[in-house]
């Protein structure tokens, strides 16, 4: 059975930082594209970052760029999130999302499993 765990998901003050983490069990982890989507209140949901073992790191939404890192643990089969300088705007739910390919795309249809969420507060 595919499972996406995530983890990390706080209230934080404008400019903290919060890791995500991504723990990934009944597949092969490296051989997917894993990322990052997420959704806030009343907004359409949006990639905001994704690796793989051949494309490396990606970054799709230009708010994030410069602020947020991803990374991978195969070892661990964990994917994570660092996000730093956080923003009001960053507030929402993040779901962690897996792709049977080595290549990330951000259209969030092109992901064959998800997790349930965590939810990012950053307060002002």
């Known amino acids: 059975e595919v499972q996406l765990v995530e983890s990390g998901g706080a209230l934080v003050q404008v400019g903290g930082s919060l890791r995500l983490s991504c723990a990934a069990s009944?597949?092969?982890?490296?051989?997917?594209?894993i990322g990052w989507f997420r959704q806030a209140p009343g907004k359409e949901r949006e990639g905001v970052s994704c690796?793989?073992?051949?494309?490396?790191?990606?970054y799709f939404a230009d708010s994030v760029k410069g602020r947020f890192t991803i990374s991978s643990d195969n070892a661990k089969n964990t994917v994570y999130l660092q996000m730093n300088s956080l923003k009001p705007e960053d507030t929402a739910v993040y779901y962690c999302?897996?792709?049977?390919?080595?290549?990330?795309?951000?259209?969030?249809?092109?992901?064959?499993?998800w997790g349930q969420g965590t939810q990012v507060t950053v307060s002002s």
């Open positions: 690796i793989s073992s051949i494309d490396g790191p990606a």
């Open positions: 999302v897996a792709r049977r390919s080595w290549y990330c795309l951000e259209d969030s249809n092109e992901y064959d499993y």
């Open positions: 009944g597949f092969s982890f490296a051989a997917y594209a």
